[in-house]
Structures are given as structure tokens and as C-alpha cells.
């Protein structure tokens, strides 16, 4: 199972209460749930929960 959180920079700002990147470095700050019922069944539901706080030094491995 895979579940895309946000595809754009705008759904990242919408969803994380803290998100900043600056081509060298990315902060993701965010706390949630989600809850969902299956579409072919009322009796699975999927809730996925989330305490996230990253701060992490990026760099791009692409050699020139």
C-alpha cells in the first residue's frame, strides 16, 4: 500500500505545520492522523497517524 501525502510545494505548506527547504537543507515538522473507510468495504477502515520532525542536510549526488 502506498499513500502519496502531498505531490506540490502547496500541499507540503498545507500539510506540515513546519516546512522550509532551501536547496541545501529540508525541515519537515508535522503531527496527524488520517482515517479512511475502504471504497469496497464499510468494515475496513484504514487511520494512519504521523509525529514527524526532520531537519536534514540535502545535497545532490548527480555527478557533473
Known amino acids: 500500500m502506498a499513500r502519496t501525502v502531498a505531490a506540490s510545494r502547496e500541499e507540503l505548506s498545507q500539510y506540515f505545520s513546519d516546512y522550509h527547504f532551501d536547496r541545501s537543507r529540508l525541515r519537515l515538522k508535522s503531527k496527524g492522523t488520517y482515517s479512511t473507510t475502504a471504497a469496497d468495504s464499510k468494515d ?18 548527480i555527478k557533473k
Request: overall charge negative.
Open 44 to 61: 475496513e477502515v484504514l487511520t494512519l497517524s504521523w509525529d514527524t520532525d526532520l531537519d536534514l542536510r540535502v545535497f545532490d549526488q
